[in-house]
């Protein structure tokens, strides 16, 4: 965005007496061309200034010329060359004056309106400032050139005369000569180069910066293709300057051309070593055994490089926090003595493409086979412990053969061995990514920082994560300040200048939770991003929001009005809290137990509000179906293609009000089914709790007046149960153990099986074996209260720990355990009068009787 194009919309008034003799019009004419030229940076009043001036003068003249054709006011156009011709072609640096005054100005009212400028804006300026310097730079070469064929043409008489004045008249300040004469234009330019130098790596060093903040999210201009022009342009001229400092070394005596040189030298080296980096960064967490992918490229590679039968290879080494510390002090031009671990597939050849006029190695399939772990600090985890990958290689340069060693450090990078550390390495790299320093020792980085940054970081992996263009509001930052800081009573202002340490974002437990701030964030990054990104995105989650707060803002809403927050006790969950409102007028907010994202994945959550006809407006009043109806998915009705009707997944909630009926409709409890035989216990599957056993057993259970007694078969193994059934054990009948508690070794002893059912299990007395029974099997006799009698305390469910078959059959208990039941005020029938029952009732049935002496003798029973 230009300049232009933001001030040409505000009011006149802002801009009184800015433009006098170069009028708006004419500013409005040239927009964004005036303002990407180097105005601001010419400075001086020397010939390249002046010359500088001149080309913008005629450029400006030449635009508007261009301007003329196709233009309703074009004598108004040739008015204004007329003018800019006569006005300022004798006075080239008052154009300059006038033009950056007028430059000045528009950015003054800019910032008094907006407070910033656009970012586009100083990129744009950094970049004129260094065309204009390559410029001068240039210049002084030529003008060192001119002097030298001057020197040249003059005779040795006249040559050493001038040399003996040159001297005499040469002042030294500063340990730089000062004059106008060739050694003065040298060093001049000796100066300018350096400088263009130091431009060109804090280049490269903000290109490393935003590759790393891009680790976090952050927009990055990767190409590459800008920077290595710089750094070509700037080679080029190096070797243009150093071949005239050669050419006139005589004239500048031994010792000046050698520390000329030696500058010159040094020059080229940091281009050379700063141009080789990491392009594409491997990634910052990484798990051991596990392919990845880097890659590396030299910038002055095509201007430098010579074509060779054998290419230069790129090797890749893992190195620790200290080797990398070691490295940067030695000036990255020491080779590493050891690797930390071993990379497979780490060597890559070095090549040039003649196509795209790049340098590039590139890593396609390496591998961290194992890492060395180093001594950590302190309370230091493996999950905080920060490694790299080292890429180096060896070249040669020009004629010379010049040798270079080259050193290119990845970004730091965790290494995992399991998934489950995943999460707390992403910490340790977030961290590391968005505070440390652009050019630090590695890998040093703050242990705490402004909130205010924290924010932003948040907010920036917020939006990259989901990859949304809705960020964080305020007080979102609030909810977040108050979890963080554990302070529910401060306001928004309390935090401003607050800062926070790396031990709250990721290494103290919350209170009351079982897990770290960073921990429950990135739950709901991974929630959001694989679930509700289409939700967040139209402004439908409030999310960051704690659970008092809602109460707050809810309650004196009417019944139905709901809103969707991020759950606070759990990782990785969002809530529905919504308003239910008495018959009295009592308000009360009720929190859905928190869906994950296995949950929304078998039902979206739009299609779980749209089945709760409890839900009615969005908060603060906005219908649910105008607010969701975009998220609702299609119901199938009738058959499907293969001639099946349709089903669908349904969700409901049961509310706190639903389950509270008034005393009046409260139902009557129902009596117990007839008494009935005694009963084997029917077998219970593995996967339901035992705590439902009462559901299974009461429709059969006997009333308190004549309670039930229930045989616990002894615990065979499904082996002896299938062969005294006559069944092989690998028979598809062979049905698989039940679980049942365990046996009982107290004489008599109460076992609870759910509300209102217990019972009293004792061991079996070898005496009732002849009817049937198994050594080992207990007794249960019921023990459940009237219904009438006092709801029992709940007891938690028994742990069931054995095995029981269920191939027993049906046995009726002997006389003397009914009577022992049921006590000795009941006549009982005799034992042939029961056994005689049981046989007419049998044979009515078309069954043939049991056999009591061997009770698996008939599997039919």
């Not at 293969?642 to 409260?666: C, F, H, N, W």
Request: proline share 8%.
């Amino acid at each position: 965005m230009s300049l232009w194009s933001l001030v040409s919309h505000m009011p006149p008034e802002h801009f009184t007496g800015l433009f006098g003799e170069f009028p708006r019009d004419l500013r409005s004419l040239l927009a964004d061309w005036l303002e990407n030229q180097p105005w601001e940076f010419i400075t001086g009043t020397d010939s390249f200034c002046t010359s500088a001036a001149g080309a913008l003068l005629s450029a400006m003249v030449e635009k508007v010329r261009g301007l003329t054709s196709g233009n309703e006011q074009q004598c108004q156009v040739l008015q204004h060359i007329s003018n800019l011709e006569n006005t300022y072609r004798r006075d080239l640096l008052r154009l300059v004056a006038v033009v950056k005054g007028i430059l000045e100005g528009e950015r003054a009212a800019l910032l008094k309106q907006d407070r910033h400028l656009p970012l586009s804006f100083h990129r744009r300026q950094e970049e004129l400032k260094f065309g204009l310097d390559l410029q001068r730079l240039q210049h002084r070469v030529g003008e060192i050139k001119a002097l030298q064929e001057r020197w040249n043409q003059m005779g040795d008489g006249t040559r050493a005369c001038r040399q003996t004045n040159l001297q005499e008249s040469q002042l030294k300040t500063d340990g730089k000569l000062q004059g106008n004469d060739l050694p003065a234009l040298v060093l001049e330019a000796m100066k300018e180069l350096e400088g263009a130098k130091l431009q060109v790596l804090k280049r490269l060093h903000i290109w490393k910066r935003q590759q790393q903040l891009a680790g976090n999210g952050a927009v990055f201009e990767e190409n590459l293709a800008p920077l290595q022009k710089r750094c070509e342009n700037l080679v080029d001229i190096y070797f243009q300057l150093q071949q005239q400092v050669v050419a006139v070394g005589g004239e500048l005596g031994s010792d000046l051309l050698s520390q000329l040189l030696e500058r010159l030298n040094k020059v080229l080296s940091a281009l050379v070593e700063s141009s080789f980096l990491v392009e594409k960064q491997p990634p910052q967490v990484l798990k051991t055994q596990t392919k990845f992918q880097a890659s590396v490229r030299f910038l002055l590679g095509p201007r430098l490089l010579q074509p060779s039968a054998k290419p230069f290879m790129v090797k890749a080494d893992m190195v620790t926090e200290k080797q990398a510390r070691e490295l940067a002090l030695g000036g990255y031009g020491t080779p590493l003595s050891e690797s930390t671990g071993e990379i497979v597939h780490n060597t890559v050849a070095l090549e040039i493409s003649s196509t795209s006029a790049t340098s590039c190695a590139t890593f396609k399939n390496m591998l961290l086979k194992k890492i060395k772990r180093c001594e950590r600090k302190g309370s230091e985890s493996v999950t905080e412990e920060k490694c790299a990958v080292l890429f180096s290689t060896d070249i040669t340069l020009g004629p010379g053969n010049l040798a270079f060693h080259l050193q290119a450090l990845s970004l730091p990078i965790v290494v995992i061995v399991h998934g489950n550390q995943d999460n707390n390495a992403k910490a340790t790299v977030l961290w590391d990514n968005a505070f440390s320093e652009l050019e630090r020792v590695p890998f040093v980085v703050a242990e705490r920082v402004p909130w205010e940054k924290m924010c932003e970081t948040l907010n920036l992996r917020f939006m990259a994560e989901v990859q949304t263009s809705k960020g964080l509001l305020p007080e979102h930052y609030f909810f977040l300040a108050q979890k963080i800081f554990n302070n529910s009573s401060a306001s928004p202002e309390d935090f401003h200048n607050r800062s926070v340490s790396w031990a709250q974002f990721n290494k103290e437990i919350l209170p009351g939770r079982g897990f770290t701030f960073w921990q429950w964030f990135d739950g709901v990054l991974d929630l959001t991003k694989r679930c509700l990104k289409s939700y967040w995105s139209d402004r439908l989650i409030i999310g960051f929001i704690s659970k008092q707060y809602v109460s707050k803002l809810l309650g004196p809403e009417p019944d139905g009005t709901f809103l969707l927050r991020f759950s606070d006790s759990e990782i990785g969950g969002i809530t529905i809290a919504h308003v239910i409102r008495g018959q009295d007028g009592s308000s009360q907010v009720e929190n859905i137990q928190p869906f994950s994202a296995k949950d929304l994945h078998i039902r979206s959550l739009g299609d779980r509000i749209r089945d709760l006809g409890q839900l009615r407006n969005l908060y603060p009043n906005q219908p649910k179906d105008q607010a969701f109806g975009s998220h609702y998915n299609k119901e199938q009705m009738g058959k499907d293609g293969r001639g099946y009707v349709s089903t669908a997944i349904k969700m409901t909630v049961e509310s706190e009000r639903d389950q509270k009926l008034p005393p009046q409709e409260s139902p009557q409890a129902v009596p117990p089914p007839a008494p009935t035989n005694v009963y084997s216990l029917p077998g219970q599957p593995p996967e339901q709790p035992m705590d439902h056993l009462h559901q299974v057993l009461a429709p059969d259970m006997c009333s308190s007046a004549f309670p039930a007694q229930m045989v616990l078969p002894q615990f065979h193994t499904p082996e002896e149960v299938s062969m005294s059934m006559g069944i092989p054990s690998a028979s598809p009948f062979h049905s698989p153990p039940t679980l049942l508690p365990a046996p009982v070794s107290t004489p008599a002893t109460a076992l609870p099986l759910g509300p209102n059912v217990a019972f009293s299990c004792q061991p079996l007395s070898p005496d009732l074996l002849p009817y049937g029974y198994l050594p080992g099997d207990l007794i249960l006799d019921d023990l459940s209260p009237n219904p009438m009698d006092e709801e029992m305390p709940e007891i938690a469910p028994f742990s069931p720990t054995r095995h029981v078959s269920p191939f027993r059959p049906l046995l009726p208990a002997p006389p003397q355990l009914l009577a022992t039941s049921l006590g000795n005020n009941v006549d009982l029938p005799s034992e042939d009068e029961i056994t005689q029952l049981l046989y007419e009732a049998q044979m009515e049935e078309g069954l043939q009787p049991p056999s009591y002496g061997d009770p698996m003798a008939n599997p039919s029973w």
